[in-house]
């Protein structure tokens, strides 16, 4: 005989569904949370207290109100009494809540009105999900998308901004953007050139131009520079063209972009300055005097032919030589002094303008010359240029000028023409001795001291060591030293004889200048 089951009464069933329901309900992962319509907690799960970090004994003193933040209580409250006026039977609802240790974490809760019974009163059913991660990852790709379009629009700005003529083209040579600057130049709408290709916008010999250099690019896959012309309204201009491939992620070329510098002027520029050089080139080429170029230690740069013919030196014998080698040994020192002084004073000295000297050939023969030295400076390096004329004919004709005065003044014989050649030639070497005579006094001269100069200068023209003195502000006995030590170091042996040297310089002013 079959028994059979045997029915639990109807009570023990509802204890063991309850039972069940409790079990699931505490041990579920997901957050679930039940409050009445005054908002008051009573009850809520494992993984809901969790989250919260409260206790159930803590939960069930709290309102939702008090775990929700203080911006998201007026929306959460208002969605509440919807429910409870029946105005609606669920909701959903992203909000923070503030946890026991007081961060806030993102959830999203769904919540449904549960309807009571006669002896139980109605409530809601809220089940949480904790979003705070997704809301970092949101957050975190707001901000990265906010990045971008700044960083896009700071590009926009700056490529539409930029002087230069801009463009891309995609991988069949039509043009995918443009800046303003190249609408502009080309006086040409977004219409007009997006996806045109060149010889629907240039004429065919400027397009295929402009095409097989783009082909050069693809081949080589490498930036690469060209000069390209275009026609534009104001005429024909150069551009260096800057072109180079865009890859994408399989390594594939996608399009071709290019950066435009406009060097008409520049061009235009060159050559000008490229005539004007010749010019000066063959001016100097040409040129009877010696010309030559000079750095700052004095060597010489460049020589002229007309060097060779003064001098007998040919240019490749000067180059990088010192220009005293043009010179008298007596004569160097006090040059470099003095071309050293003009270097420092960062402006040519007066002396140096139309300047009588002595140079020095290559066979060793003095000859008077005259020197005019200038200055250029040229990317921050100075360059002077020496210009030296040959005047030995020019002092020979003063000299026989002078003699055939004197002659053809009165009767004169034979003998006297004789005498007056003597004479001339006479004067002539007189005059060449008396300048290097002089040459060597200045050079005297220039190895004192400046307070040395100064009281020898001021003694000369007959004021006594005491006036000298009171002038400079020094003690007579310091007075007596330097007008020593000067006289010693110009040789002089007394006092007349240096008075007939300084007078023999042609201006000691501008020497002490």
């Known amino acids: 005989m079959t028994s059979k089951p045997q029915r639990l009464p109807s009570n023990e069933a509802q204890q063991e569904a309850e039972q069940r329901w409790r079990a699931a309900f505490e041990n579920s992962t997901i957050a679930i949370m039940m409050g009445n319509f005054k908002g008051r907690i009573f009850a809520a799960n494992k993984a809901y207290r969790k989250m919260l970090g409260y206790t159930r004994s803590q939960l069930c003193q709290r309102t939702f109100l008090d775990i929700t933040r203080e911006e998201d209580r007026a929306a959460n409250l208002r969605l509440i009494k919807e429910l409870q006026n029946r105005k609606r039977h669920h909701f959903q609802m992203e909000k923070q809540y503030r946890r026991k240790d007081g961060n806030l974490i993102w959830v999203r809760t769904n919540v449904i009105v549960v309807q009571g019974t006669s002896d139980i009163a109605p409530f809601w059913f809220n089940v949480v999900e904790d979003i705070t991660s997704r809301k970092y990852i949101e957050e975190e790709l707001r901000v990265q998308i906010a990045r971008l379009r700044e960083t896009e629009a700071r590009l926009q700005a700056f490529v539409d901004n930029s002087p230069n003529v801009i463009f891309l083209k995609d991988s069949q040579g039509r043009y995918l953007y443009t800046n303003k600057q190249f609408k502009r130049v080309l006086c040409l709408s977004d219409e007009q050139i997006n996806g045109k290709r060149d010889d629907e916008v240039f004429s065919a010999e400027q397009a295929a131009t402009f095409q097989a250099n783009e082909r050069r690019v693809v081949e080589s896959r490498v930036p690469m520079e060209f000069e390209e012309t275009a026609l534009q309204k104001d005429g024909q201009h ?66 002229n032919p007309a060097t060779t013919t003064i001098f007998g030196y040919d240019s490749t014998e000067l180059i990088g030589k010192p220009v005293t080698m043009l010179m008298p040994e007596f004569m160097r020192k006090m040059h470099e002094r003095g071309f050293g002084r003009c270097v420092a004073s960062c402006e040519p000295h007066a002396n140096w303008r139309g300047l009588e000297m002595i140079g020095l050939n290559k066979n060793g023969q003095e000859l008077p010359v005259e020197i005019s030295l200038g200055e250029l400076n040229q990317s921050g390096q100075r360059i002077f240029t020496a210009f030296i004329r040959d005047i030995s004919e020019r002092k020979q004709a003063e000299e026989m000028r002078s003699t055939a005065i004197e002659f053809l003044t009165g009767p004169f014989s034979d003998q006297d023409v004789l005498d007056a050649v003597r004479i001339a030639l006479e004067r002539r070497r007189n005059r060449r001795e008396h300048g290097q005579e002089t040459a060597k006094i200045r050079q005297r001269f220039e190895s004192l001291t400046r307070r040395e100069q100064e009281v020898i200068s001021m003694v000369v023209s007959g004021m006594l060591n005491k006036q000298v003195s009171d002038k400079l502000g020094k003690s007579e006995n310091t007075v007596k030293v330097h007008r020593s030590r000067a006289m010693k170091k110009m040789q002089a042996q007394s006092l007349p004889d240096l008075v007939r040297m300084m007078g023999q310089l042609n201006d000691p002013s501008e020497v002490l200048s």
């Open 238 to 303: 150069t551009s260096i063209v800057h072109k180079f491939p865009l890859f994408d992620a399989g390594g594939e070329i996608y399009a071709v972009g290019g950066i435009v510098t406009d060097i008409t002027e520049r061009k235009k520029e060159e050559a000008a300055r490229r005539i004007s050089e010749e010019r000066y080139r063959v001016l100097v080429e040409t040129a009877n005097d010696a010309v030559l170029s000079l750095d700052e230690t004095g060597a010489i740069q460049f020589a």
